[in-house]
Nanobody, 126 residues
Framework: KVHLVGSGGGSVQSGGSLRLSCTAS????????MGWFRQAPGKEREGVAF???????TYAEAVKGRFTISQDNAKNTLYLQMNSLKPEDTAMYYC????????????????????WGQGTQVTVSS
């Protein structure tokens, strides 16, 4: 079973930066699609950034040019570097993993990724 532990959230002012980390265990790197999701109070969960098992990267339009997803397979760690943060980025951020090749495909199927981290709060003040 895949176990994910997310960390790195916090409170920053608008324009600031944070880096989220997600350490994974119980899986083989490059065989799972990985990604970051977020959910703000009163809003639906949304995908933020994904890495497919072949390395293809996808970003939500709202974060393109500001967020960067990456992974260190040697450390079994997924990262989300968030720059130029805005108040609308305030949310609980979750890392996720799925044995299917593409997180975009998982979303298109209307299902949730199989494995989730516990969430880390990001708060951006204006």
């Amino acid at each position: 079973k895949v176990h994910l532990v997310g960390s790195g959230g916090g409170s920053v002012q608008s324009g600031g930066s944070l880096r989220l980390s997600c350490t994974a265990s119980g899986y083989t790197p490059r065989t799972y699609a990985m990604g970051w999701f977020r959910q703000a109070p009163g809003k639906e969960r949304e995908g933020v950034a994904f890495i497919d098992d072949d390395g293809t990267i996808t970003y939500a339009e709202a974060v393109k040019g500001r967020f960067t997803i990456s992974q260190d397979n040697a450390k079994n760690t997924l990262y989300l570097q968030m720059n130029s943060l805005k108040p609308e980025d305030t949310a609980m951020y979750y890392c996720a993993a799925d044995p299917r090749p593409s997180m975009t495909t998982v979303q298109a199927l209307g299902v949730s990724p199989l494995f989730w981290g516990q969430g880390t709060q990001v708060t951006v003040s204006s």
